[in-house]
């Protein structure tokens, strides 16, 4: 029996969609041979072959992988990737920001977004690793348990966010870190998706 590594298999799905995106084209099995080291290319075709059974995509008449399987390009937003984030700055600030995308808005939503490198490891049992691209909603209000962007006093921190009567809680989702307790803080947006670097 032929084992398939089911979080090689969404990581691969992961990594398809965000080429289409960046490339306007799909990545061939040779690219996914390599981004993966994989051994074989048959190897690959099986990976692909599971994520069309399972309709996360489709292939054309050649077999590769369709481009626009469930995506409308026409329709797309402006999304700037935010650097390093400093307190007292505006967080558009140009010094901030690395690069400027444009996402379907299928994927992504209509919402306002911007887009931040995750640093640390502080969150990770919430599946964000450090070098992961964050999707992040612009706004300046949280519910308790988002995950959000916060300003404190050194800079930016993605936390799981708590309101208490006198008291703002920001919980990292990793049990070497304790919580970060302070009266107020300013919540630039909150996490709606995490782009996994390969």
Known sequence: MK?????????????????????????????????????????????????????????????????????????????????????????????????????????????????????GDSMEDAGIRSGDLLVIKKCDTAENGDIVVALLDDGATVKRFYKKNTHVVLHPENEKYNDIIAKDVAILGIVQQCIHKF
């Open 3 to 119: 084992i398939i590594d089911e979080r090689k298999a969404e990581c691969m799905l992961e990594f398809v969609r965000m080429y289409q995106i960046n490339n306007g084209k799909s990545p061939s099995y040779r690219t996914l041979q390599q981004q993966f080291k994989l051994s074989s290319l048959s190897v690959v075709k099986r990976y692909i072959d599971l994520l069309a059974d399972r309709k996360f995509i489709k292939k054309d008449s050649s077999g590769a992988i369709d481009l626009s399987y469930n995506v409308n390009f026409s329709q797309t937003i402006t999304a700037p990737v935010v650097g390093e984030v400093r307190c007292g700055e505006p967080i558009f600030a140009q010094d901030n920001i690395e690069a400027v995308y444009r996402l379907p808005t299928e994927i992504f939503g209509n919402g306002e977004i911007f887009l931040l490198h995750a640093q």
